[in-house]
């Protein structure tokens, strides 16, 4: 069983996913696995996948099933105690694992989540954000859902190491195309507390072609749906 499970969701990926698999085989640790679910690709994206060889496992689904369906048969397919996930247009600094293990090992059954910097596609620098320091876990709480009113989000999931029992416990909604991490966020918080690393690990690349872009319209509906849910679940 490796200590590490690094799931990556993809749909036609081909462009990018090599650069996000690279920043995981470079990383100073390695108990780790690589699971790709291919969310029904009709591009290169398999093809490469299978080019690394042994040093990942590579899933595809006939049809795209959505965001939310992907990460979590990508948790099911995995085997590691933490469980962190990877955008394909995203990036882990080298010390990423090792450092975020060695917190998560500090607040047994908690998630930790670290700092990123934005970069675009020419992988230039357009800002960085460390998390903020809470005083308590309901302080985060109310942070995240004030987020979430303003069709932001706490936490990025590149950003997080969770044990695999958080994924158990609060599944992805598989229903979901996008917003998933919104509403796993605010439901998983209900059960799970969540430890900021004050270090900025991962990379995170914004540009035009990416899923939020491409969907930023509909957000605010979508997350207003996600909040009601929200509300239902808490009182529940």
């Not at 699971?35 to 006939?62: M, N």
């Not at 394909?88 to 670290?114: I, N, W």
Request: with cysteine; hydrophobic share 35%.
């Amino acid at each position: 069983m490796p200590e590490i499970s690094v799931v990556m969701p993809v749909y036609n990926g081909e462009k990018i996913i090599g650069g996000a698999i690279d920043s995981i085989l470079a990383q100073d640790f390695d108990d780790c696995e690589i699971v790709v679910v291919d969310d029904g690709s009709t591009d290169a994206t398999g093809r490469i996948c299978k080019s690394y060889g042994d040093k990942l496992s590579y899933y595809k689904s006939e049809e795209n099933m959505g965001i939310g369906a992907a990460r979590q048969r990508g948790v099911e397919l995995s085997s590691g105690r933490y469980v962190c996930f990877l955008s394909t247009d995203d990036r882990l600094q080298p010390t990423f694992m090792s450092e975020m293990l060695a917190e998560a090992k500090k607040h047994q059954g908690g998630v930790v989540y670290c700092g990123f910097r934005l970069i675009d596609e020419r992988f230039g620098l357009q800002g960085e954000l460390t998390p903020k320091e809470f005083g308590s876990h309901e302080d985060f709480c109310v942070a995240s859902l004030n987020m979430a009113y303003k069709d932001s989000i706490s936490v990025n999931y590149s950003s997080i190491l969770a044990p695999r029992e958080v994924f158990v416990a609060v599944p992805f909604d598989s229903s979901l195309r996008f917003g998933e991490d919104l509403d796993h966020i605010l439901r998983a918080m209900k059960h799970f507390k969540f430890y900021p690393l004050k270090k900025v690990l991962v990379d995170i690349m914004i540009h035009a072609e990416s899923e939020t872009s491409k969907k930023f319209f509909s957000i605010p509906e979508n997350n207003h749906k996600i909040i009601e849910k929200f509300w239902g679940y808490w009182r529940g």
